[in-house]
């Protein structure tokens, strides 16, 4: 399938959800919103696992502090329920890039087991102040905010803010899209598939890496924000490791080196998690089942289904047709 071909289809899926949102439910706009969401923090952490091969646990981190400095801001301030919502989305990316840069010069000085350690222990700091810092984060009661922002379009209303953090996908999707299909993109993945030979090449690796992982936190820094607009609560239940790890397995359920795959991911997690909650209460057991047969069976994601399907028929070619060869005989 050509690139041109795999663009084409992913505009139309986006072009659909638009439509079928029109008539849905207000749960499920909320469901999808909270998706969307989602799908920036894991395409956010696609760049570093499926992209330049670090898995990171503490992807988490840069959610919390966007969407903590978001319900800060409004609560202390009223700074960001109006216009200057606008600025409140690029203070988050900002403050996400800048907490990435301060981790990186700690994490990328590690690698495998040791960088997701390095990241899992860096996450759990941002966890304890969130849960320490009474004056300024509330606790373990977390910051109610205000409300959403009304700037002549009142994000009040839950279609209205599907549009806002819709486009704020598409935006992440496309920016990542093109970093990832650039020279620098490209030498992530030559990072990933062999760090050695890169800088035998004379690649700066460190570097690389470094700026990567600014990227992500960037994002999740962003995540954080909307998460908190959407949510209406900022706790340190938004900054525990479970979050981080969610954020893994939705990116390794979709399909690593995908983007795409991470949203995907992100959807069948917030749906079935949220779905299955209200039928049974052993969800956690269905949703790890799906996560085991996953790296068991699609080690590729679901975004691999269709490369799996095309080995399978090449391994089965040569079979079918020796038999032909011997049933003519």
């Known amino acids: 399938m050509s690139e041109r071909t795999k663009i084409l289809i992913v505009v139309a899926a986006l072009i659909v959800l638009l439509i079928v ?168 993945v030559g990072i990933r598939e062999s760090e050695l030979r890169m800088r035998i090449l004379g690649y700066n690796t460190w570097l690389h890496k470094y700026i990567a992982f600014i990227i992500a936190g960037a994002f999740g820094g962003l995540a954080g924000v909307l998460w908190a607009f959407l949510n209406g609560l900022v706790s340190p239940e938004d900054v525990i490791l479970t979050t ?24 069948v997690v917030v749906f079935l998690r949220e779905y299955l909650s209200t039928l049974v209460e052993w969800w956690q057991y269905a949703l790890g089942g799906v996560y085991v047969l996953t790296i068991l069976y699609l080690p590729g994601g679901l975004m691999g289904i269709p490369e799996r399907i095309r080995q399978r028929r090449a391994l089965s070619a040569p079979a079918e047709q020796a038999k032909a060869v011997s049933v003519s005989q």
């Not at 209205?160 to 996908?169: D, N």
């Open 21 to 188: 949102m029109q008539f849905a439910s207000s749960f499920v706009i909320l469901l999808v919103t909270q998706a969307l969401v989602f799908a920036i923090l894991a395409m956010s952490l696609d760049i570093l696992l499926g992209y330049t091969g670090l898995p990171s646990l503490g992807q988490a981190a840069y959610l919390g502090v966007g969407a903590y400095l978001t319900a800060i801001l409004a609560t202390k301030y009223g700074f960001g329920l109006g216009s200057s919502f606008w600025a409140v989305i690029v203070l988050g990316i900002l403050l996400g890039a800048v907490t990435a840069a301060i981790f990186g010069l700690f994490a990328i000085r590690a690698s495998g087991v040791y960088f997701l350690m390095i990241t899992l222990a860096l996450g759990q700091c941002v966890w304890g102040l969130a849960y320490r810092w009474n004056s300024l984060t509330g606790g373990d009661n977390g910051i109610n905010m205000p409300g959403r922002p009304n700037f002549g379009i009142d994000l009040a209303h839950d279609m209205t803010f599907f549009y806002v953090v819709f486009g704020f996908f598409v935006a992440a999707l496309a920016a990542l899209y093109l970093l990832v299909k650039s020279p620098f993109g490209r030498s992530l």
């Open 244 to 267: 981080s790890v969610d954020a893994l397995l939705m990116v390794v359920l979709g399909g690593p080196g995908t983007l795409v795959g991470g949203a995907i991911g992100a959807g």
